[in-house]
């Protein structure tokens, strides 16, 4: 969900609350199998949006906070029975087309107020313009340690 936060909030708490399913969806799947065993670790990944502030990106930013806050939960409900939760926190990743996917291909012309286009347009240009980007493989090792170390320390 990417736009400013008066689009956010014209699409609705309902739309908000579809990207986070996902993550609700895949931890009822495998959270009674694990807490059957006594072992099990679930590694949700958001996005290090959620470590600062970026513009025009408050309904992604709200979507991924909730993320973290419903795995701290399940971290702490679901350690007396050897499991663990953690985050992952992915930068940036231009290679995977995500503002595409993210906007449905729209414009940014079409996605923000006539008086926000030339500060947005400016401000994608300074964020796609930056050096360092995160790879798809750096987030797939990530997530791999993290469930490696979640198996070793029961955290």
């Known amino acids: 969900m990417t736009g400013t936060v008066l689009a956010v909030i014209a699409q609705g708490a309902k739309r908000l609350a579809l990207g986070d399913r996902a993550y609700e969806y895949g931890a009822g799947?495998?959270?009674p199998r694990f807490r059957e065993r006594g072992s099990g670790?679930?590694?949700?990944?958001?996005?290090?949006v959620v470590l600062g502030h970026l513009p025009l990106s408050a309904g992604h930013k709200a979507s991924k906070t909730a993320v973290e806050g419903f795995t701290a939960s399940l971290a702490l409900e679901f350690a007396p029975f050897g499991v663990s939760a953690k985050t992952v926190e992915p930068g940036a990743c231009l290679t995977t087309n995500f503002a595409a996917r993210a906007t449905n291909g729209t414009p940014l012309d079409e996605l923000v107020p006539a008086p926000y286009a030339p500060w947005a347009k400016q401000a994608m240009a300074e964020f796609t313009g930056q050096d360092l980007f995160t790879q798809e493989g750096d987030v797939a090792e990530t997530v791999r340690l993290a469930q490696a170390k979640g198996r070793r320390r029961g955290t």
Do not use: D, E, F, R
């Open 29 to 31: 799947q495998y959270l």
């Open 41 to 48: 670790v679930i590694v949700n990944a958001t996005s290090s």
